[in-house]
């Protein structure tokens, strides 16, 4: 995951997030449903990478 590259290079994960959140505020609710969509919305996004910041210590 891009999480474990991220962390591997020395960066901070947690600021996905925050690019997640500029995402989420520039649509300013204009998405369309996440199935019309060809990437998930960004608030399923940073569940996502808040999940895969906690298991950070389980990349290979």
Do not use: W
Request: glycine letters at 4%; charged letters at 25%.
């Amino acid at each position: 995951m891009k999480v474990c590259f991220i962390n591997d290079a020395g960066y901070n994960p947690e600021e996905l997030i925050s690019v997640m959140q500029v995402l989420d505020e520039a649509s300013q609710g204009n998405e369309p449903p996440e199935f019309f969509s060809t990437h998930p919305n960004p608030e399923r996004r940073i569940e996502r990478i808040q999940e895969a910041i906690q298991n950070v210590s389980a990349c290979p």
